[in-house]
């Protein structure tokens, strides 16, 4: 049911935090050879590891064209469910919904505009259509935004407080907000943000513009994951600290100041030498759980023992995620969660 005479707040709905309870999650099967640059059969197989593990914790369903069901489903196992429709690549927290729930325990989603990250590619009209697509299959209720938004973009408490970067929701090629006051406001009407932290920019390396899911995420009301590069060398270095600065400063919608968690960064290089944005705050929290990237790094222990002890009771299964940033992104990208039904009552 489309529901465009009003927006997801004034119904009672907004964005619940990642660790809610899931019914289950959604992923994208890759098809786009041309983005992988020869390398699409291992991102079909780090796509199907990922979704192995997450199996473990939450049912996962995979979209798949039709004509790549078949080996989608020899991949990722019985363990996985395999549904076919239109789509033209992989990244599911970008084009999939946002998935958003009401006091009353009912799911509903937002299906956001995509322009391809501002225009950066061309025939994405399969992504773009496969948010309502898959509301409409699941019979929620569906919001559709008038502006473009991706789902890397914004992280929530789920008590009201969003993280983002201003490189991204300000951008002109996204054409979502001139300023500041008037992105807060749009975050208010389809999310629910009751106060929205401004980070500047995300990596350098991020072809997105710098989605805020490589450089913080919240791991639980009032603690904030942070990236960290600790060598002055690295490009990312000023940039990150700065952001741990300002983290270290600010109050969320409560008032509570944050506690900031640092997560230290590792670097990973393509085949031609070339910097890729590898983060280890790029991960998915499932049920009981955390999936997470490891990038064969002598960095890949520390990392998971600092994410475990973020979140204590989860258990932290890494899965390789170095085919997955050859194609610009990483396991929280290729994921997007579905509410539990009545998930924060």
């Given at each position: 049911m489309t529901d465009n005479q009003a927006v997801p707040s004034a119904c009672g709905f907004r964005m619940p935090a990642e660790w809610a309870a899931h019914e289950r999650c959604w992923m994208a099967w890759p098809?786009?050879?041309?983005?992988w640059g020869g390398s699409l059969a291992d991102a079909r197989a780090a796509y199907a590891a990922v979704a192995r593990a997450i199996t473990v914790f939450e049912p996962v369903t995979m979209i798949a064209r039709e004509g790549d069901a078949a080996d989608a489903g020899v991949q990722c196992g019985p363990s996985v469910a395999i549904m076919t429709a239109p789509i033209d690549d992989s990244w599911?927290?970008?084009f999939g919904p946002t998935f958003v729930v009401s006091d009353g325990g009912e799911v509903a989603g937002v299906s956001?505009?995509?322009n391809a990250w501002g225009r950066k590619y061309r025939g994405f009209d399969d992504d773009a259509a496969l948010a309502a697509l898959l509301l409409d299959r699941l019979g929620a209720r569906r919001f559709d935004a008038p502006f473009v938004l991706e789902g890397g973009a914004i992280h929530t408490d789920g008590e009201g407080t969003v993280l983002t970067t201003e490189s991204v929701l300000l951008n002109p090629n996204r054409r979502m907000a001139g300023s500041r006051d008037a992105a807060e406001a749009l975050l208010r009407d389809w999310i629910g943000a009751e106060k929205v932290?401004?980070?500047p920019a995300g990596l350098v390396e991020d072809?997105?513009?710098g989605h805020i899911d490589n450089v913080a995420c919240f791991a639980a009301p009032g603690r904030v994951l942070a990236l960290t590069a600790p060598s002055p060398s690295d490009p990312n270095h000023a940039a990150l600290a700065a952001n741990l600065a300002l983290l270290s400063a600010e109050r969320d919608a409560r008032g509570r100041r944050i506690d900031v968690v640092p997560l230290k960064q590792t670097t990973q290089v393509d085949t031609a030498g070339m910097p890729l944005a590898a983060s280890y705050i790029n991960f998915y929290i499932a049920n009981d759980?955390?999936?997470m990237p490891?990038?064969?790094?002598s960095e890949d222990d520390a990392a998971a023992a600092t994410v475990r002890e973020a979140f204590p009771g989860r258990r932290?299964?890494?899965v390789d995620a170095r085919p997955i940033i050859r194609g610009g992104g990483g396991i929280h990208c290729i994921t997007q969660q579905q509410p539990r039904k009545g998930c924060d009552r």
């Open positions: 098809c786009r050879a041309e983005l599911m927290r970008d956001w505009e995509f932290i401004w980070l072809e997105t513009d759980g955390i999936v490891s990038f064969a790094s932290v299964v890494q």
